[in-house]
């Protein structure tokens, strides 16, 4: 914590993992180089905490996501609620059999009798130059999994409360970090404060355009809200914060009321989560709609290494300001 009281995005993270361990012995972590033997993670997430309760609890595991994910699927059935940390949401794919065809079913193949309270934390984003392999944004992959929760945070204080909220869910959830943010500083979150799971948050009221979005894009698109409404364009900026189940009652009551939406997101726009939003919006008020839901995603390719194609690569708040100036005319 810095000396003005503000909190590193990181810094959030381990503090909700220790307020969680520190409330329930059933709370463990699994994950590569994540015990402080082996530096307290890739990304200091987990610092400190393997000393104050021990490598039985934050267990360092080999490079085997099947077999963190295998291990952290058990426990949770055996009464744990174990955070299972997957270095990077690529890595995602090498145990996707576990995670959706074991983790995200059995609560329903066993008729409601077998939960499995796992939370996946996994970090991804592009801007830092990983390349490909490191760098994709794939909520919407999971998004369409029946069983599972998808969620991200936009600041410090929702990482923790919303972390503290996905590790008592009885239902797996995927906790998605940007990279690109665990340096970003904020104010803290009051101990034991949690934010629940489903619900948006309107950051900012308006009354002519809707801007939906999530994770690190929501910083962006408040300062755009700003530079619009110096044009006198009233807009409205909605964080997602779970992106599965989104909250819809929120999305829909903001369109009708102001009859324009623009959905961002970093991930790829092709099949991403803003198409589903904006068929929903589309199927539900296409006649309260004074112009059509505009997307704004990545570009339809791989992530590229080169810092200057990664850049072309990604959405840009000029792509989001462009639409909007589109649809008022």
Known sequence: MSKDGAISFAQSINQAL??????????????????????????????????????GRVRTTPIAEQAIMGAAIGAAIAGY???????????????????????????????????????????????????????????????????????????PAEAKGLLLSAIEDDDPTLFIEDIMMYAQKGEPLAAGEKIPLGKARVRREGSDVTVITYGRPVAQMDKLAEELAGEGISAEVIDLRTI???????????????????????????????????????????????????????????????????????????????SIRRMMG
């Open 18 to 55: 220790d307020e969680a361990m520190a409330a329930s012995d059933k709370v463990m972590i699994f994950g590569e180089d994540i015990a402080d033997a082996q530096g307290g993670g890739v990304f200091k997430a987990t610092s400190g905490l393997s000393t104050k309760y021990g490598t």
């Open 81 to 155: 609620r174990p955070v299972a940390e997957i270095m990077f949401m690529n890595f995602l794919t090498v145990c996707m059999d576990q995670l959706v065809n074991h983790a995200a079913k059995l609560r329903f193949m066993s008729g409601g009798k077998t939960f499995v309270p796992i939370t996946v934390r996994c970090t991804t984003g592009a801007g830092v130059g990983f390349g490909g392999q490191h760098s994709d944004m794939l909520e919407a992959w999971f998004a369409h999994v029946p069983g599972m929760k998808v969620v991200t945070a936009s600041n």
């Open 244 to 322: 599965a189940p989104f909250d819809e009652d929120t999305v829909l009551n903001s369109v009708a009321k102001t009859g324009r939406a623009v959905i961002v997101h970093e991930a790829i726009k092709s099949f991403g989560v803003g198409a589903e939003i904006s068929s929903r919006i589309h199927e539900e008020l296409f006649a309260d709609l004074k112009a059509p839901v505009k997307r704004v995603g990545s570009k339809y390719c791989p992530v590229p290494f080169s810092p200057p194609l990664e850049q072309a690569f990604l959405y840009s708040q000029d792509e989001v300001y462009a």
